[in-house]
């Protein structure tokens, strides 16, 4: 079955970095684009990256862009985003996302806390 497991999330100070992982198995990972969301405290889900799945074509929320780089390995079947520059208002709980057969699946989620 499809499978999704983030890691990397934790608490930062402003300005900081963060890389997250998303480790993927069940399906062909090299065959589907990978999308990266977040959920905020109190807000909706939202899209922040996506990767086609070549790794070739990459999208960014305005807000993330600059400063979020999304990446794939194919041969490890892990997604990646790595996070610079990071602001109070990136705060959110991180999901890795694809959509199999009409279907989305999700992990189970990372929190990033940006705070001083």
């Known amino acids: 079955q499809v499978q999704l497991v983030e890691s990397g999330g934790g608490l930062v100070q402003p300005g900081g970095s963060l890389r997250l992982s998303c480790a993927a198995s069940g399906f062909t990972f090299s065959g589907y684009v990978m999308s990266w969301h977040r959920q905020p405290p109190g807000k909706e889900r939202e899209l922040v990256a996506s990767?086609?799945?070549?790794?070739?074509?990459?999208n960014y929320a305005d807000s993330v862009k600059g400063r979020f780089t999304v990446s794939r390995d194919n041969a490890k079947n892990t997604l990646y985003l790595q996070m610079n520059s990071l602001k109070r208002e990136d705060t959110a709980v991180y999901y890795c996302?694809?959509?199999?057969?009409?279907?989305?699946?999700w992990g189970q989620g990372t929190q990033v806390t940006v705070s001083s």
């Open positions: 996302k694809v959509r199999v057969r009409w279907y989305d699946y």
């Open positions: 990767i086609a799945n070549a790794g070739s074509t990459t």
